[in-house]
T-cell receptor, first 120, second 114 residues
Framework: EAGVAQSPRYKIIEKRQSVAFWCNPI?????LYWYQQILGQGPKLLIQ????????DSQLPKDRFSAERLKGVDSTLKIQPAKLEDSAVYLC??????????????????FGAGTRLSVL | AQKITQTQPGMFVQEKEAVTLDCTYD???????LFWYKQPSSGEMIFLIY??????QNATEGRYSLNFQKARKSANLVISASQLGDSAMYFC???????????FGKGTKLSVIP
């Protein structure tokens, strides 16, 4: 079974430029997540999709970040314009929708290898 | 709000020895799930083990076991018979009852010494 695919693996841009990341989840996984992982910290959720609808984007800086998941499969995350503090690894994850959350649900999220973004 | 605390920034263990990585959590939910992930230098997060808050037995997956102490709100990861390939960052995470979101700790860097 193929895992979560992400591209590109690395991206270097200058501040105020725009950048886009792509993610293809595991086949059949209804839920897709984008995380931001700043060096030395754990991942922080940016946005969660269920099929092609947004479940939670409360931590997405909407003035510069946008994300879409057309047709409920692959997804793109865009930053425009980028700031220095956006330098981080952007991780995409997917999970089956068990319809439950918390104890007993075992909603295992499977992650891609991430995109390492450096903003100069 | 949920919070995960990992107090060990770095740990060293001799090859073939066992090691315990600490994790404490804070939540007002009665129903929650606890996860451990491994992140090698290549960057991907690899799922290791899961414990539900109502599970009476500690979870085990091969060389990994989770020492779950609900009253103390701790979910420590035990790795038995450490291997060189176990050198990586290890993250503890929690999923609450209300959503599928994972809240992660800051991680522990494990180094296995030959």
């Amino acid at each position: 079974e193929a895992g979560v695919a992400q591209s590109p693996r690395y991206k270097i841009i200058e501040k105020r430029q725009s950048v886009a990341f792509w993610c293809n989840p595991i086949s059949g996984h209804a839920t897709l997540y984008w995380y931001q992982q700043i060096l030395g910290q754990g991942p922080k959720l940016l946005i969660q999709f269920q099929n092609n609808g947004v479940v939670d984007d409360s931590q997405l800086p909407k003035d510069r970040f946008s994300a879409e998941r057309l047709k409920g499969v692959d997804s793109t995350l865009k930053i425009q314009p980028a700031k220095l503090e956006d330098s981080a690894v952007y991780l995409c994850a997917s999970s089956l929708d068990t319809g439950l959350a918390g104890a007993g649900a075992k909603n295992i999220q499977y992650f891609g290898a991430g995109t390492r973004l450096s903003v100069l | 709000a949920q919070k995960i605390t990992q107090t060990q920034p770095g740990m060293f263990v001799q090859e073939k020895e066992a090691v315990t990585l600490d994790c404490t959590y804070d939540t007002s939910d009665q129903s929650y799930g606890l996860f451990w992930y491994k992140q090698p230098s290549s960057g991907e997060m690899i799922f290791l083990i899961y414990q539900g808050s109502y599970d009476e037995q500690n979870a085990t997956e091969g060389r990994y076991s989770l020492n779950f102490q609900k009253a103390r709100k701790s979910a420590n990861l035990v790795i038995s018979a450490s291997q060189l390939g176990d050198s990586a960052m290890y993250f503890c995470a929690m999923e609450g009852a209300g959503s599928y979101q994972l809240t992660f700790g800051k991680g522990t860097k494990l180094s296995v010494i030959p």
